[in-house]
């Protein structure tokens, strides 16, 4: 959520991401989008891919044969449209 606002309005992000801010703002300048926050469960894939990609050391092609367990188990109820109910 903190990314569309920093995107679709002209507030400040730190210094470090401004650079990368401005080069997003003018690429997306050129097409149109429509960007919305969807909560976690609505993507249930999205959120654990996202944390994987945060502990990668480099740029990593995942296949969803190398995919953790939980993550492949997640997208296979994505991808036969079945609902996920989140318990703790």
């Given at each position: 959520?903190?990314?569309i606002?920093?995107?679709?309005?002209?507030?400040?992000?730190n210094l470090s991401n401004y650079y990368m801010l401005r080069d997003i703002k003018y690429w997306i300048s050129l097409i149109t989008y429509n960007i919305s926050h969807i909560l976690?469960?609505?993507?249930?894939?999205?959120?654990?891919?996202?944390?994987?990609?945060?502990?990668?050391?480099i740029f990593t092609e995942v296949y969803k044969d190398s995919l953790p367990n939980k993550i492949k188990g997640l997208a296979t109820l994505d991808q036969l449209g079945l609902p996920y109910?989140?318990?703790?």
């Open positions: 959520m903190l990314l606002h920093y995107v679709q309005g002209n507030t400040l992000s976690r469960e609505g993507n249930v894939v999205a959120d654990p891919l996202a944390k994987l990609g945060c502990i990668l050391p109910i989140r318990s703790n």
